[in-house]
């Protein structure tokens, strides 16, 4: 077969990464608020913790006060210490 005879199509797992609500409507993490208690944590720009937190503060969009279990204060740890 040539080159010209190869048809690609676009692949459809492309539009399917990301984040979805249980009815498949797409969710942007971005586009929410961090709360400050995210700021204030050691997780907080961690790329090893970025899906956990995008999850729960997806979780917790409309919710009055917002809570996380993972949390630890960045105050608590200082840069030397490798206890997370």
């Given at each position: ?10 692949n ?20 929410i ?22 999850l ?26 490798s206890?997370?």
């Open positions: 077969m040539s080159d010209s005879e190869y048809e690609f199509e676009e459809p797992f492309d539009n399917n990464s990301g984040y979805f609500d249980d009815d498949g409507n797409r969710l942007y993490p971005d586009l608020i961090k709360p400050p208690l995210c700021i204030s944590c050691i997780f907080d720009d961690d790329p090893s913790q970025e899906i956990e937190c995008n729960t503060r997806l979780d917790q969009k409309n919710e009055a006060l917002f809570e996380c279990f993972a949390y630890k204060s960045k105050s608590n740890y200082d840069n030397n210490s206890e997370l």
